[in-house]
């Protein structure tokens, strides 16, 4: 099944097929054709996408190597603040000849489609569980408030079973508090 060979991830090879040692470069910006993300965090529709591509001419087909920047949004998995972040990522893949089975990738009438390559890229650099900052301290679990807008400190709930314990220490005067083992 042949895919549609025009859009903005698709790179015309013609001028480099079957000619080891060719190189060509490419910078452009594409937008992404849909939200890429299924986590917390996305790419959004529409996003642009800044590309940097070399594509080299080998015996097997055309290496295609190169980099991808974005930006993400979404929100912190401690807070639910609002985020907003870049993202670059790294690629490189092989696109054979057409008939060669053992690979993932293909040429098509001379021209590399990108889209599936970068989208994977960006979609696995997302984080799994994005913060804010690297010391989120997240909500509080009794009340809900963020903690870095409130007190900074979350209360920790008290075991009912040592409810009892707690008042024996809120009301021990301040001279027995002092005294050690030996002394008492």
């Not at 408030?145 to 040592?162: H, T, V, Y």
Request: proline share 8%; net charge negative.
């Amino acid at each position: 099944m042949k895919k549609n060979l025009s859009g903005p991830f698709v790179l015309p090879a013609r001028d480099i097929v079957r000619r080891p040692g060719e190189m060509r470069e490419h910078r452009f910006t594409a937008p992404a054709p849909e939200a890429w993300g299924e986590g917390i965090v996305r790419v959004e529709k529409d996003r642009a996408i800044e590309l940097e591509v070399r594509l080299e001419s080998v015996h097997e087909g055309v290496l295609v190597s190169g980099t991808a920047e974005t930006q993400y949004e979404g929100e912190c998995s401690r807070c639910l603040r609002d985020i907003s972040e870049s993202v670059e990522v790294e690629f490189q893949e092989l696109f054979a000849y057409p008939g060669d089975e053992t690979t993932d990738f293909e040429l098509q009438d001379d021209h590399v489609d990108l889209e599936t390559l970068v989208r994977d890229a960006i979609v696995l650099s997302l984080p799994f569980q994005p913060v804010c900052q690297p010391d989120c301290p997240g909500l509080d679990p009794a009340t809900g408030a963020k903690l870095a807008e409130s007190s900074g400190e979350a209360r920790n709930p008290i075991d009912p079973r040592w409810a009892a314990l707690q008042k024996l220490t809120e009301t021990a005067p301040a001279s027995d508090a002092g005294l050690s083992r030996e002394e008492s």
